[in-house]
């Protein structure tokens, strides 16, 4: 048990060497990629280049709220406030990219839609996804850090609120919608963009990626932090009043 842990630390440790730079690079990559490599679309033009940040964007936020469920599910089973730090942290790092997938959404619609928004069925189960998450950080915030029952709470509505990411991601094949079907590939699974274009989307998902899993981190551990130096208060606060 104690090797175990002690490769954990080992690995935890090596994230943070890791993460930054690689994270860095690819995102640095991803930007030259975007406007220098990969070639200008022909039917939308130079806005399709959003395509790098958007899509990303969407998969790095649903990765982030699935570590919200594991964690909040680990709440719940185990009572162990760390994973409520984890779960705080992850949907952080979830509502910000969630937030970055709507903003450069509406910036990619306004010249193809001729609107920033519409209420189309996949903006607007991606806005209700921003929302319960947004909801979620603030009834956090709004509680006490050592506050058990909020935490639980909490967790299961973080569950709950994971129910619409397949909502967002099956409502353009279950609805009409105008925004457009997956455009990666084609449905007989052959690439439906250049070569160019996958290469620099590639680079992008693990930019986008690394970041998303760097940030997490760092806010888990100051999520973590908080809670420690919440507790040595009150331990404190407790000694001042004997």
């Known amino acids: 048990m104690n090797s175990i842990s002690g490769a954990l630390r080992t690995v935890y440790g090596w994230w943070w ?17 975007a406007l220098v490599v990969a ?3 022909i039917v939308e033009g130079e806005v399709q280049r959003l395509l790098y ?4 964007s969407i998969l790095a936020a649903y990765g982030a709220f699935a570590v919200v469920a594991v964690a909040s599910v680990v709440v719940l089973w185990r009572r162990d406030m760390r994973w409520d730090a984890v779960a705080r942290g992850a949907a952080t790092v979830g509502v910000l990219f969630t937030g970055l997938t709507l903003a450069t959404g509406a910036l990619w619609g306004k010249p193809v839609w001729g609107t920033y928004w519409t209420w189309d069925a996949r903006l607007t189960s991606t806005l209700v996804l921003f929302l319960i998450y947004a909801a979620y950080l603030l009834a956090r915030a709004m509680a006490d850090e050592l506050d058990e029952a909020a935490a639980r709470f ?17 409502s353009v094949t279950w609805w009409r919608t105008l925004h457009p079907q997956p455009i990666v590939l084609r449905p007989g699974g052959n690439p439906a963009m250049p070569p160019e274009m996958l290469l620099v989307l590639l680079i992008a998902f693990l930019g986008i990626g690394a970041l998303a899993v760097w940030l997490t981190v760092l806010r888990s ?22």
């Open 53 to 56: 940040i958007h899509f990303p």
């Open 154 to 170: 909490a967790a299961v509505f973080a569950i709950l609120g994971a129910l619409d990411i397949p909502l967002v991601m099956f």
């Open 17 to 33: 060497l890791v993460l930054p730079p690689v994270s860095g690079v690819a995102v640095m990559a991803m930007i030259i990629g």
């Open 221 to 242: 551990e100051a999520e973590w932090l908080a809670k420690r130096t919440a507790a040595l208060r009150a331990v404190a606060d407790r000694y001042e009043g004997a």
């Open 39 to 41: 070639p200008r679309e």
